[in-house]
């Protein structure tokens, strides 16, 4: 009889322990699941979200796009016709400078799902309707182009200036409305330089 009841606490107090075990082991199991998914979840999410961006981000690439472009054709154009070896140098700077941006612009344009200008379209006829302010029209490139020597120097400054002034002006906008940072960055780099040259400029030009 003693044993009897031995064996049945026996068996009660193994029943329980394998009980107590297998509600241990599922709730370590959920409670580690649960928090992992999550945050796979999560990472997942974060890696795969675009950059937050807003419609002056697009406006300020889709304009300082061409803008741009037009830049690096009248910069192209020193070279063997530039008296000045210091307008030169000043040209293939610019191009050093503005042809990288075009591209990231551009990268952010496709990433962005939107529109990006073409290189040669022509967007001097309604540049300041699209609010492409500083951009030279059809009779400007042609003066400039046929333009050698001291009087290249010349109008390439002249124009430069004022381009740059445009520039300096769109990004300004963008510093102070858009909302993608890298987009606001490069505006902020935009401003510095294109300030700098323009000062360097009126400087070749005699002015103060």
Known sequence: MIITRTRAVL??????????LTACGSGDDTAHATPHS???????ASAT????HNAQDVTFAQRMIPHHQQAL?????????????????LAARI????????KTMSGWLKAWGEDVPMAGMDHSGHAGETGMTGMMDDKDMSALKKAQGKDFDTMFLTMMVEHH???????????????YAPATGMAGDIVTAQNAEIKEMNKLLGKS
């Open 49 to 52: 979200t675009p950059g937050a």
């Open 11 to 20: 068996v009660a107090l193994t029943a329980t322990a394998a009980l107590a």
């Open 73 to 89: 054709e009248m910069a192209e154009l020193a070279a063997g016709r530039a008296a000045s070896a210091r307008v030169e140098a």
């Open 95 to 102: 191009e050093k400078a503005q042809d990288p941006e075009i």
């Open 38 to 44: 999550g945050a796979h979840a999560t990472a997942s």
């Open 165 to 179: 002034q445009g520039a300096v002006e769109m990004a300004t906008t963008e510093r102070s409305k858009g909302e």
